[in-house]
C-alpha cells in the first residue's frame, strides 16, 4: 500500500517475472476496515472504486532464435530459450536445440525491423541466402509452423526475421 493511517493513495501488485501478461485487475476498498478485497465479494462497510492501471505489462521470458542452416541438406538449427518459475518461484532457465528439416514445398516469409517491408512468399533461394547472412549471429528471430505429411499437408511455414 501506498501512504500512511487512513490515507492510502494506491496498492502496488507485483506479478512474479517471466510469468507471462497478466490480465488487468478489477479491485474494491472496504472503507469499514481497509481490508481489499476483490470485486464481488462479500465484505463489511461500504465498498468504494479503485482505478487499475498497468505500468509495465509482463511477458513470456521466451525466445526462438535462428542459429544456423545447412542448405544442401535443407535445415535449420534453432534455440528456444524459456525463463519460468517454479511453484515456489525460483528461476529455472531451459535451453533446447531443434533441426528442422525445409524444403522448397514450404511457405518462407523474411521479416525485417522496419515494419511492411517483409517478403511474404520468399523464394527457397531468398531464404537460404537470408539464413547463410545471419547464421551465427542469434539475434534472428523464428516463427515455424511445422507439419509432417502424416498429420496435415507437410507444407510447413518458415519465418525468419532478420535485421
Do not use: C
Request: hydrophobic share 40%; glycine share 12%.
Amino acid at each position: 500500500m501506498v501512504g500512511a493511517g487512513t490515507t492510502y493513495t494506491g496498492y502496488t501488485v507485483n506479478m512474479l517475472a517471466d510469468t507471462g501478461d497478466w490480465p488487468q485487475m478489477t479491485l474494491a476498498e472496504d472503507v469499514g476496515d481497509d481490508a481489499l478485497v476483490l470485486e464481488g465479494q462479500a465484505a463489511g462497510g461500504t465498498a468504494l472504486n479503485a482505478t487499475v492501471t498497468t505500468s509495465q505489462a509482463g511477458a513470456y521470458g521466451t525466445t526462438f532464435d535462428f542459429i544456423d542452416h545447412d542448405a544442401d541438406e535443407g535445415s535449420l538449427v534453432t534455440v528456444r530459450t524459456v525463463l519460468e518459475r517454479t511453484a515456489l518461484g525460483a528461476a529455472v532457465v531451459t535451453t533446447s536445440y531443434d533441426k528442422w528439416l525445409y524444403d522448397a514445398t514450404d511457405s518462407f516469409t523474411l521479416a525485417h525491423s522496419t515494419p511492411g517491408s517483409e517478403t511474404i512468399g520468399a523464394s527457397l533461394a531468398q531464404f537460404n541466402a537470408a539464413a547463410k547472412a545471419y547464421a551465427g549471429f542469434q539475434d534472428a528471430d523464428m516463427e515455424i509452423l511445422y507439419r509432417i505429411a502424416t498429420t496435415g499437408t507437410g507444407i510447413s511455414a518458415m519465418s525468419l526475421k532478420i535485421g
